[in-house]
């Protein structure tokens, strides 16, 4: 490709952006709503594969569905209440083994008897001077 095409080609693009990513937030809406479709259908269906429901014969928004409704197979509708889900209270590293407020009166404790230690150091070493 030579430069004055290449040059050519960018100027037209430019000019005529492409109509399928002019505008993100419709493209991103209707792969969420044809993503969460297929993910109703699967969670509602009675285990047929994929290709029975999908409603859309093929593109973006078949992808969409199609994308949902594998997900769905492998994982739970977590949006209803009525199921039961065990999980132990500190999964994560990130989770508190004592309570927040037991945490913050044993670190006020530690600070109050490093400042009277620190105090009494200071109180003995000037009566030393």
Do not use: C
């Not at 209707?30 to 429901?53: C, E, F, I, V, Y």
């Not at 739970?76 to 990130?94: G, I, K, M, T, Y």
């Not at 230690?117 to 200071?122: E, N």
Request: hydrophobic residues 40%; without cysteine; charged residues 25%.
């Amino acid at each position: 490709m030579t430069l004055a095409s290449h040059l050519t080609s960018r100027w037209w693009k430019a000019r005529r952006p492409d109509t399928a990513i002019a505008d993100p937030d419709r493209q991103v809406t209707r792969w969420k709503n044809g993503w969460l479709a297929g993910a109703t259908a699967a969670w509602s269906s009675d285990g047929a594969p994929s290709d029975t429901h999908n409603p859309h014969p093929d593109g973006y928004e078949h992808a969409a569905w199609d994308a949902g409704f594998k997900w769905a197979r492998e994982n739970p509708d977590r949006r209803r209440e009525a199921d039961l889900r065990l999980a132990h209270p500190h999964r994560r590293a990130s989770d508190a083994k004592l309570t927040v407020t037991l945490k913050r009166a044993a670190a006020l404790g530690a600070t109050g008897v490093a400042l009277y230690a620190a105090s009494r150091a200071l109180k003995r070493w000037r009566g030393a001077h």
